[in-house]
């Protein structure tokens, strides 16, 4: 049974942050909220993790994940960025964007794209998310908690747990997010592409 955290969404307890990443640092897969919706999260560098999001989405190997930063700096250490992406992405974050670049060699193979060799990166605007990652001291690799056949992203912590049960190990509860997912833009070549339009403006990038 997944382990149910009751945090709050603007002063979250740091002994339910640090209980999380005890759990996050044993390997665990969380469901956790943003400030776009719930996304499935668990340390980068765990090869079951990464392979219990493909399980639970019905996800193939080309399908990108996004490592959820902390701050601009520790995004820097895991993709490239030219300076017109990094002024352009610099004006949006934190925020309900997710960017698609090239991954630095700090990026385990596995995890970019096998053919164009990059990966998502965010910044949420969400003090849980933003806690958690702070604390855990590396990007959250992460995937829109979005079950196959379904229309849309969970946004209820009740919700998640009575799904996923048995599927994740922890639900962390911070009350309402939000309800789309981010506004996916991919700067792979230079210049930008809106790939998903969701919670964040497209506009600006179109």
Not at 66 to 72: H, I, M, S
Not at 95 to 119: C, D, M, Q, S, W
Not at 146 to 172: C, N, R, Y
Request: hydrophobic share 40%; with cysteine.
């Amino acid at each position: 049974m997944a382990k149910f955290f009751d945090v709050h969404p603007h002063d979250p307890q740091p002994r339910s942050i640090a209980q999380i990443v005890a759990l996050l640092r044993d390997d665990a897969l969380i469901a956790y909220p943003t400030d776009s919706c719930y996304a499935l999260g668990t340390r980068m560098d765990s090869h079951a993790g990464a392979d219990r999001i493909r399980t639970v989405r019905h996800l193939d190997d080309k399908h990108h994940f996004t490592l959820v930063c902390a701050d601009f700096a520790q995004l820097g250490q895991f993709v490239y960025l030219d300076n017109s992406a990094f002024r352009a992405i610099k004006a949006c974050t934190p925020g309900a964007y997710t960017f698609i670049l090239p991954a630095t060699k700090e990026v385990p193979r596995r995890l970019a794209h096998p053919n164009k060799k990059t990966v998502g990166v965010r910044i949420p605007d969400h003090p849980v998310a933003l806690a958690l990652v702070r604390a855990l001291g590396e990007p959250l690799l992460s995937s829109t908690l979005l079950l196959p056949g379904a229309e849309s992203p969970m946004t209820e912590g009740w919700q998640v747990k009575e799904e996923l049960d048995h599927v994740i190990d922890a639900v962390v509860d911070a009350g309402d997010c939000g309800t789309e997912p981010t506004t996916v833009v991919d700067f792979s070549d230079g210049t930008p592409v809106v790939v998903r339009v969701g919670a964040g403006d497209p506009s600006r990038f179109e």
